[in-house]
């Protein structure tokens, strides 16, 4: 069994940054998938990015490439994702989750979820 934790979210004004969390429990984690997915209010959840911790592989949507970056942390088992140049439209519940190699895009495919954790971005 694999548990999810994140965190990291909250108020930021447009260009700001933050970080985000994703703490994973389990002897599996170090061995899977760990993907970024957000669902804006009203609008379905949709693939940020996503980091293999065998291959060392990241994958990232096209409208966060150059802005969103995926980090590891081995001792404490977490996987981050550093947002920068925030906008508005990056206003959503931000999700981890985790499967077993290859990397998909589709949040149907991953087995383990996180809580979520709310990003907003507002002046």
């Known amino acids: 069994q694999v548990e999810l934790v994140e965190s990291g979210g909250g108020l930021v004004q447009p260009g700001g940054s933050l970080r985000l969390s994703c703490a994973g429990s389990?002897?599996?984690?170090?061995?899977?998938?760990v993907g970024w997915f957000r669902q804006a209010p009203g609008k379905e959840r949709e693939f940020v990015a996503a980091?293999?911790?065998?291959?060392?592989?990241?994958y990232y949507e096209d409208s966060v490439k150059g802005r969103f970056t995926i980090s590891r942390d081995n001792a404490k088992n977490a996987v981050y994702l550093q947002m920068n140049s925030l906008k508005p439209d990056d206003t959503a519940i931000y999700y981890c989750?985790?499967?077993?190699?290859?990397?998909?895009?589709?949040?149907?495919?991953?087995?383990?979820w996180g809580q979520g954790t709310q990003v907003t971005v507002s002046s």
């Open positions: 989750a985790a499967r077993p190699l290859p990397i998909f895009t589709e949040s149907s495919r991953y087995l383990y």
């Open positions: 389990g002897r599996l984690f170090s061995s899977l998938v």
């Open positions: 980091f293999s911790w065998r291959t060392g592989t990241t």
